[in-house]
């Protein structure tokens, strides 16, 4: 059923606006008590020094009584309008965004009580942030399908505009989730006190680029990220300003956003010569509102348009199907994988669970940087997706993406995951991060993968680097315990991915990859995959035998090899899809039991 056309009730269109206003006056007002100190005025929550009203004579405690009051507006505003879209105007494209908004504006209430328990630490701030911005969009999401602005032209188009709306609501919506990680990472620095970590613009200090400390590289994190944001609003102006069949109404809020941005850019600097006041700051994170705002009106209104003009069902725009494509473009098992033998690598390196900043920081910059570059990976074999049965569903060959946007978020990922790396774990830490994405994307995905039926094993060195990255964000070297964990996923790749082939042969041979048992033939790979099974299992007897792992650690890596062997030599005698499969499935097992054992061998060594 596509989505309802007509406008909601003039009623309904001021008090969404009215709301809206409101969540953006509670969040530049929450930068103002922010940047003059006050978000600890009150000491207790929800009351404030045990009392209704706070202490005439106590500024700071009326700044941040202010913005509780502030906050408690929100609730009934956005309460009504929910009820009102659900029970009036029974529009579910009103009410379900409406009613995700409450179920934030809630936690949000918990996450403020939390944040000023815990003394304003700069990345639950950060996260306090978010979660308004993501209740502010979602009420301008409401708010703009309830003007429904689209409903004015004609209903009519032909075929070929299908694409430009659509198109439009991809690009605008990619700026977005820069826009937003750039205001996160703004928040970070004003409450780490890495504002004041450089003292000139552009650059640091000087001519300096790349400071050397962690308050200075979360400060130039945000510059770069603002650079990286405003190409993407000034390349998003211009092609919109061509852009046949897309409103005008969408280019103007766009063009309004990267208006307000070039202000924004000269604000940070003013900002910076004048020593950081509090009301430039706090004018500062409220222009950065008002440009979300800006650029949410323009994606929910293409978003609209898309629906309307387009016929694209509603179904197809519910919030699952609009983050889904981006998500599996990431190849998320595999990443989750990566992720597994980076943090194992942490507690390995630490003998135990590592600073948690540290932990998440690493993780996150992990996810972004690998999901990235699966994405490229995506990007560059397409047509061989389409050719396979396997992946014929993934976005691009199944059209839910188009190779440019795709193209766009592996850029955005991966460069979002090496700045976060580099500003918040260590320069280590992100080189390796970004030798892992060469060797994927670079060495692998765009050479070997068609060249040689060698290619998964030259090319698996890519997936050796996760560990790398995990051991180097907690000591900030390579040791060679991380050396032979680089390896053991070195030795694993083979036997992992032949079985896998041995499986899904049909699809590479139609698609023309030259993957092993393609060129060869399954009893010749799967022999192959069992001698590279043999190397896997002597490699894993070294750290006890050199004693950087103990008895814990041997009796489990013992079991556990002798658990691949055999299947590996069911596979070579019987090379067939059942045991591969089995191989395949029991391999990523086998992995995660392995790190398990030497997690737990450390510590309780320890």
Not at 89 to 118: C, H, K, M, N, S
Not at 219 to 230: D, F, S
Not at 419 to 448: D, E, P
Not at 471 to 479: P, Q, S
Request: proline fraction near 5%.
């Amino acid at each position: 059923m596509g989505m309802r056309n007509e406008k909601a009730g003039k009623g309904l269109q001021v008090l969404l606006g009215i709301t809206a206003l409101a969540i953006g006056l509670l969040i530049a007002w929450g930068a103002l008590v922010r940047t003059t100190g006050s978000g600890l005025g009150c000491p207790d929550w929800p009351l404030c020094y045990g009392r209704v009203i706070p202490p005439l004579e106590d500024i700071a405690a009326w700044f941040e009584w202010i913005h509780r009051l502030l906050a408690a507006s929100v609730t009934p505003l956005l309460t009504l309008s929910a009820l009102i879209a659900w029970r009036r105007e029974r529009r579910p494209d009103l009410y379900r965004p409406l009613f995700y908004a409450l179920g934030l504006v809630f936690g949000q209430a918990l996450l403020g009580g939390l944040t000023v328990i815990l003394e304003l630490p700069p990345t639950m701030v950060a996260v306090h942030l978010a979660l308004a911005l993501t209740i502010l969009g979602l009420t301008l999401v409401a708010a703009v399908r309830a003007a429904a602005p689209w409903s004015a032209h004609a209903p009519h188009r032909e075929l070929a505009s299908v694409q430009p709306a659509a198109r439009a609501m991809r690009w605008i919506g990619m700026t977005g989730i820069g826009l937003f990680a750039l205001t996160l990472v703004g928040a970070t620095v004003t409450g780490s006190g890495a504002s004041w970590a450089c003292s000139s613009w552009p650059f640091c200090e000087g001519w300096v680029v790349w400071p050397g400390d962690l308050l200075g590289r979360v400060h130039m994190l945000h510059r770069l990220v603002a650079l990286g944001v405003g190409l993407a609003l000034a390349w998003l102006t211009a092609r919109l300003a061509t852009w046949r069949g897309v409103s005008r109404g969408i280019f103007y809020w766009v063009l309004a956003a990267f208006g307000l941005y070039l202000i924004q850019i000269g604000l940070g600097a003013i900002n910076l010569w004048m020593g950081f006041p509090a009301s430039l700051n706090a004018l500062h994170l409220g222009l950065a509102t008002a440009i979300w705002a800006a650029v949410g009106i323009a994606w929910a209104w293409a978003l609209g348009e898309a629906q309307w003009v387009e016929g694209i069902p509603e179904e197809t725009v519910r919030l699952r199907n609009l983050w889904e494509p981006y998500f599996t473009l990431t190849k998320p098992g595999i990443v989750a994988l990566l992720l597994v033998t980076t943090a194992g690598a942490m507690m390995i390196a630490q003998g135990g669970l590592p600073p948690i900043l540290t932990f998440i920081y690493t993780l996150l910059g992990g996810f972004l940087i690998s999901g990235g570059a699966n994405a490229m990976n995506n990007v560059w074999d397409a047509e061989l997706d389409r050719r396979m049965h396997r992946t014929a569903r993934r976005p691009i060959p199944a059209g839910r993406l188009g190779r440019g946007e795709a193209a766009g978020v592996a850029i955005l990922f991966s460069a979002l995951g090496f700045l976060l790396l580099w500003a918040f774990v260590n320069t280590t830490a992100a080189l390796l991060a970004l030798a892992g994405w060469i060797w994927y994307v670079g060495i692998y995905t765009m050479g070997l993968k068609r060249w040689t039926p060698q290619n998964i094993v030259i090319g698996g060195a890519a997936g050796g680097f996760a560990p790398l990255v995990g051991w180097a964000a907690v000591t900030g070297r390579v040791d060679p315990m991380a050396l032979f964990l680089f390896a053991l996923i070195f030795l694993w790749t083979p036997p992992h991915t032949w079985a896998f082939a041995i499986l899904t042969e049909r699809d590479y041979r139609e698609a023309g990859v030259p993957m092993l048992p393609v060129v060869t033939g399954a009893g010749p790979a799967a022999f192959r995959a069992f001698l590279y099974t043999i190397l896997l299992t002597l490699l894993t007897l070294i750290p006890f035998v050199l004693g950087a792992m103990g008895w814990i650690y041997l009796a489990g890596a013992v079991a556990l090899d002798a658990w691949l062997l055999f299947l590996g030599f069911r596979l070579w005698r019987t090379p067939e899809k059942a045991i591969a499969r089995r191989m395949y499935h029991a391999s990523n097992a086998y992995l995660l039991m392995l790190f398990i054992l030497m997690v737990a061998d450390r510590i309780i060594r320890l």
